[in-house]
């Protein structure tokens, strides 16, 4: 066939299985858009409001249903707004690919508009160079089915991530006498199975363990393992902990779910973590936030428990701890070898010998619940950050998908909002940016379009991707956005007051000497938007105005005013951040946090 450079992508995106592309339009990329609206490369398009919204929605999809979705921009400043988007991809492992423009090969290092040449003529791709798996520039237009066979066979293998393409003005335009590659021929069969001898050892650590615990990060997700870490958990009588992109592993009303550990995990998946003698780790790369910052006995403590270290990238394996076992391969793969391997006689012994580990687990399962259950149930208002999250679980359906913003409904919805079923917990595990929640939402209903979605997010996250409100009622995407508005940042505020004793810039307020507190009238932007919405202050109206957002069939808005001074979500591990000198008392309690601290 004799294609132009536009039409080669559109049309391998369109074999290779890509149903969305996102993006906005410019003079950098509109010919290759031009081929989305040829027969047989024709892909719907959304047009967002900001470009970083664009590569978010593409997040949001891949996490909410395991397959890859595109985003498109211009050069210069639209490609640059891509770059956190990326790097919330590139963190979390989330393949997602990312075509731009780029300046004319005629007239690259010349300065046209919008291109970075002063140290590199062109320079960009040396910018996605640092967030993704692999950054390509087309040269030709003839190697363009290379590039995208290569680019989808390096987003997907080993561990994914997002992969940045960037094709020339004149590249878009120009033809050549080219075939589309087809990808089931230039892409590895089947996964990475363990090595047999490592199978064996960790198989005989955790039936002579006293106290294990398997923790289950993103990487199970991804490997659709859920299932057969269920088993293998029931079958030795293993708690099992969650990293935040490992939420929905294992159904949170299982017996042996003992929810997220880290900085703000659980109290129950702290406790029964940091007391493991030995942790099977599945998919998890330790981050701080997930390990307390390694100070023993926050939320692990290894040694002396020993570690069993699955994960499919080998950069992972003893990064951060010592390993026992360290194993490089497929989730699920490992997990059905060692469940092969443990006997109906092996594991009636354990479960035997593990009924008093058993009521130890139940008992801090309690505990939990006695200390969550007062913010979550507590009908004051302004409300807790806790109470909202109580009242929608009660009436989403067990497979609806949560969305959770950075910040304080982070943390409130990992420890407070049970999922029962993978990808229906979704989030910025790591790099955390702000505005990411809202089209990732949009993206995650696009996936699953017959399922609940709900965007958790404060009003400060909120207001950094509010105008992709217009991106859902456009293409008419039904997904419920819950606005908790504390009227600031204050997560911030609170982190401000603990490490430093007081705080700036972390409250929205008029300044003009009285501090009196400044907020947007929230729901009055969505109808303006032309969402649906509801204003809730008092207890007894929150969830019927939930039950209507998630009746109304389109996307819609529920804005609940959170009090400023509500504690957020429980601190029950450590974080490692220092205050000032000249605060004498808080940094001697960081010195004395900081010495405990396990990762060097």
Known sequence: MRLTGGQIVAKALKAYGVE???????????????????????????????????????????????????????????????????????????????????????????????????????????????????????????????????????????????????????????????????????????????????????????????????????????????DVLSKLAAKVGAAVSTTWNGKGAIPEDHALSIGAIGQTGTLCGNQITAGADVVMSVGCRFTDWSASSYRKGASLSIPPARLIHVDIDHHEIGKN??????????????????????????????????????????????????????????????????????????????????????????????QTFPVYQPRTHITSGSFSPMGWVLPAALGAKLAQPDRQVVAVMGDGDFMMSLPEMATA???????????????????????????????????????????????????EIAKNFGLPSWKVNEADDLRPALERALASGGPALVEVTTARDAAGPFVTGWWDFPSPEYYEKEQAEYQAGRALEQHL
Not at 367 to 376: C, T, V
Request: neutral net charge.
């Open 20 to 226: 969305y592309v996102a993006g906005i339009p410019g003079h950098g990329i509109w010919s290759l858009f031009d081929a989305f609206l040829e027969e047989g490369s024709n892909i719907p398009f959304i047009q967002v409001m900001h470009e970083q919204s664009a590569v978010h929605l593409a997040d949001g999809y891949y996490r909410a249903s395991g397959k890859v979705m595109a985003c498109s921009t211009s050069i210069g400043p639209g490609a640059a707004n891509t770059i956190i988007g990326l790097a919330t991809c590139y963190t979390d492992s989330v393949p997602v690919f990312y075509v731009s423009g780029g300046p004319a090969t005629h007239m690259k290092g010349h300065g046209v508009m919008q291109e970075i040449e002063r140290q590199q003529e062109n320079a960009f791709p040396r910018i996605t160079e640092q967030v993704t798996k692999r950054a390509y520039k087309a040269g030709r237009v003839d190697e363009l089915p290379f590039i995208m066979h290569r680019a989808f066979n390096t987003m997907l293998s080993g561990r994914p991530g997002p992969v940045h393409v960037e094709v020339p003005m004149d590249l878009q335009t120009d033809a050549a006498d080219v075939s589309i590659h087809p990808l089931e021929f230039r892409m590895a069969t089947g996964v990475a199975y363990p090595d047999p001898v490592a199978v064996e050892r960790a198989a005989a650590l955790l039936l002579a363990a006293e106290r294990p615990v398997i923790l289950a990060g993103g990487g199970v997700i991804t490997a659709n393992a859920s």
């Open 473 to 523: 009622v456009m293409n008419d995407i039904g997904a419920v956005f819950l606005v908790q508005n504390n009227r600031g940042y204050m997560s911030i505020r609170g982190g401000q007051r603990k490490f430093l004793g007081r705080h700036l810039a972390s409250e929205f307020n008029y300044h003009k000497g009285n501090g009196e507190p400044y907020t947007a009238d929230l729901s």
């Open 321 to 414: 701890y010592p390993v026992e076992v360290g194993i490089v391969a497929d989730a699920r793969a490992t997990l059905e070898a060692i469940l092969a391997l443990i006997s109906d006689q092996q594991s009636r012994r354990c479960l035997d010998r593990r009924q008093g580990y058993f009521a130890r687990i139940q008992a801090s399962k309690s505990d939990w619940e006695a200390m969550l259950a007062p913010r979550r149930d507590s009908r004051e208002a302004p409300f807790t950050s806790q109470f909202p999250l109580g009242e929608l679980r009660k009436v989403m359906d067990r497979d609806g998908i949560v969305l959770a913003g950075s910040g304080n409904t982070q943390g409130a919805v990992k």
